[in-house]
Nanobody, 124 residues
Framework: QVQLVESGGGLVQAGGSLRLSCAASGRTFSIYRMGWFRQAPGKDREFVAAITWSGGTTYYADSVKGRITISRDNAKNTVYLQMNSLKPEDTAVYYC?????????????????WGQGTQVTVSS
């Protein structure tokens, strides 16, 4: 099992920035990739970004490219999501997730463990 705890969400004005953190514990040696997804009210959970645990290869949804950066600190077993130039449409609960295998990057069902989520609200 891998346990994930997200933090860093909050309320920010449009154009502002937030940095989300996700700390992993437990069987962290089994992590192949960590990702961030988000779910807005009434919408499906969608892929935001992901990073491979060993090589640091990054992946982004087209909607966030250029505004959001994912990074990791292996020593701290933590992945970060730096979000800049935030828009009201970025408002959602953001979830951290772990994939143990090299499956599809943006597919929710290919991730094995999930955090509880952290709320991000962007006001206009």
């Amino acid at each position: 099992q891998v346990q994930l705890v997200e933090s860093g969400g909050g309320l920010v004005q449009a154009g502002g920035s937030l940095r989300l953190s996700c700390a992993a514990s437990g069987r962290t040696f089994s992590i192949y990739r960590m990702g961030w997804f988000r779910q807005a009210p009434g919408k499906d959970r969608e892929f935001v970004a992901a990073i491979t645990w060993s090589g640091g290869t990054t992946y982004y949804a087209d909607s966030v490219k250029g505004r959001i950066t994912i990074s990791r600190d292996n020593a701290k077993n933590t992945v970060y999501l730096q979000m800049n130039s935030l828009k009201p449409e970025d408002t959602a609960v953001y979830y951290c997730a772990v994939a143990r295998n090299m499956l599809r990057v943006g597919v929710r069902s290919d991730y094995d463990y999930w955090g509880q989520g952290t709320q991000v609200t962007v006001s206009s």
